[in-house]
């Protein structure tokens, strides 16, 4: 071969292609991989053009994929106060009038990240928000995205009362007393988006920037965000015109139950949009909620008479959407939290397949599953995305936390089987779902080892038969996250003809200790070639 653009060495490379075994060096060449091959074999690649950066105790492996977050979106799901250390009626109360007391007055106050458990019984009420806030319009966000509390002046501001026969009282939640603040899901959630005052692009576009720098600084090198909603296009051209962005977006927009035939042609127009590291892929239907706040589609009710339908009231309706985007190769991704969510997508998936599909279409979260449905992910080649960390981060072992007792035992009991599907040839890519829980890819592998926090050797695992081992959680990270998104031969793999994103650990993560893969350093991350993170501290 001629001579490579760039070599990059370390002491060890795991390229995490099929058959290639350990390496120490890779040739790039623009923004490809050229070669992967020993220190030896690197020599030859070596010319006088040739730039050379050793590593040297480092390990490299394909540039991380997080397959499923939310770093444009969640820029405006994390305005005001972080709430996502509160554990407590107390400190919720305490940070609320923090928060009030740091907002201008006319401002809407903002929270976010909050755990439902933290709330006060009987459960959230915007009593007790206005009794902080008094006669202030304020929302506090629960920590799965899909639920607030709003305050009374807030519900007057966003005319709340007058849509609330419209939406329904599964997104608009009403007592005895009227309105009791809650509101529910995309089509509930987005009236009171539309009030607060819109966001800044350019401001944005700042923030955006400074998220992608942090992420590429934890290892990541390409991010699959699951929206692209209001401001969204204007903010990445804002966000790339300050600079390359540090980690490439993959960008899916919503398809809510109401759009027609125009509105899904519209979402595949969409699929043009590009910039030099981000473009629109693929389109995210919300097939259900969360189970915290019932509105999951589980098989049967929940404890308390809820999440027991679908967001899509016309089953007909989705597949008719899945077909019509298979047909003009926009692969999707369904939200499917419950049972029966998860089995409906799989069955609709399944009648593509079986017509001739060719693409690959993802099914996100899986929170519970029964045995029957699980091998039906290989049959009909549907990719299960998941987020280990909202497992160990947020359900307790004990079935303690809200969301295991909401469900009957026996599906707390199938809780994010990750192994299970991997067991049975399933594509398991992983995701950290930002800002539902952390983007450290570190963390939701170490967690997927541990099925615990990992940072927490005495806590009880959480359906410790589910347990990832050290190469299948980097795969979900690598291999298995690229062939969620039909992208096997450019992302997430260190081969001839792949993009040149690198991702390079102080140590091997295929050998560390989870709790110890949760600190260990990222050396750093290149993306088509280009370092987007350079540690600091140590030598590289
Ligand atoms: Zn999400």
Redesign the pocket.
């Known amino acids: 071969m001629t001579y490579a653009d760039q070599v990059v060495l370390a002491c060890r490379v795991h390229p995490m292609a099929p058959d290639a075994g350990v390496a120490e060096a890779v040739a790039v060449r623009g923004d490809r991989i050229e070669a992967v091959g020993s220190r030896a074999q690197a020599r030859a690649w070596i010319g006088p053009g040739t730039t050379v950066t050793d590593h040297g105790s480092g390990v490299i492996t394909p540039g991380l994929v997080d397959a499923?977050?939310?770093p444009v979106l969640g820029l405006r799901m994390t305005a005001g106060a972080d709430l996502t250390g509160v554990t407590s009626p107390d400190e919720l109360r305490s940070a609320l009038a923090t928060a009030a007391a740091a907002t201008p007055s006319g401002a809407w106050i903002q929270a976010w990240g909050l755990k439902p458990d933290a709330w006060p019984a009987p459960g959230p009420h915007r009593s007790w928000l206005d009794a902080i806030v008094g006669d202030r319009p304020a929302l506090v966000r629960f920590f799965d995205?899909h639920a607030v509390v709003a305050s009374t002046r807030a519900l007057e501001l966003a005319g709340t009362a007058g849509l609330a026969d419209v939406l329904g009282p599964g997104l608009v939640g009403r007592d005895a007393q009227g309105l009791t603040g809650v509101v529910r899901e995309p089509a509930g959630l987005a009236h009171l988006d539309a009030v607060i005052a819109p966001a800044d692009v350019a401001d944005e576009a700042a923030r955006l920037h400074a998220l992608l720098a942090a992420m590429a600084a934890t290892g990541l090198t390409t991010v699959h965000a699951?929206?692209l909603e209001g401001d969204a296009l204007a903010v990445l051209a804002a966000a790339e015109a300050r600079g390359r962005l540090p980690v490439r977006l993959l960008l899916s927009p919503w398809c809510g139950p109401d759009l027609d035939v125009d509105g899904w042609r519209a979402l595949v127009d969409l699929q043009r949009r590009s910039g030099e590291r981000w473009a629109v892929r693929g389109v995210?239907l919300f097939l259900d909620g969360t189970i915290d706040h019932g509105t999951a589609w589980l098989s049967r009710p929940d404890r308390w008479g809820q999440s027991d339908v679908s967001l899509w009231p016309d089953r007909e309706r989705y597949a008719a959407a899945l077909a019509f985007f298979d047909r003009h190769g926009v692969a999707t991704a369904t939200?499917a939290i419950g049972d029966a969510s998860v089995g409906c997508a799989l069955d609709v998936i399944g009648d593509l397949r079986r017509a001739g599909s060719t693409l690959v279409h993802r099914i996100?979260?899986i929170e519970t599953a029964p045995d029957h449905l699980l091998p039906r992910f290989a049959e009909v080649g549907a990719a299960a995305c998941m987020?280990p960390t909202h497992c160990t981060r947020y359900v307790a072992a004990d079935g303690s936390d809200n969301w295991s007792a909401r469900l009957p035992e026996h599906q707390a009991r199938q809780a994010w089987r990750t192994r299970d599907l991997r067991d049975l040839g399933a594509i398991v890519a992983l995701?950290s779902?930002w800002p539902?829980a952390h983007y450290d890819p570190r963390q939701v592998m170490a967690d997927a080892q541990e099925r615990r926090p990992a940072e927490l050797p005495d806590a009880a695992p959480v359906g410790p038969e589910q347990r990832l081992t050290a190469r299948m959680a980097l795969e979900g990270y690598t291999t298995h996250a690229a062939a969620a998104d039909g992208l096997a031969a450019e992302l997430g793999v260190l081969a001839p003809g792949a993009r040149a994103d690198l991702t390079v650990f102080a140590a091997d993560p295929l050998e560390l200790p989870p709790g110890e893969l949760l600190t260990c350093p990222v050396l750093a991350t290149y993306v088509g070639g280009v370092p987007t993170h350079r540690h600091a501290d140590l030598p590289h």
Do not use: N
């Open positions: 499923h977050s939310h995205g699951l929206d995210k939200h996100e979260h987020q995701g779902d539902i």
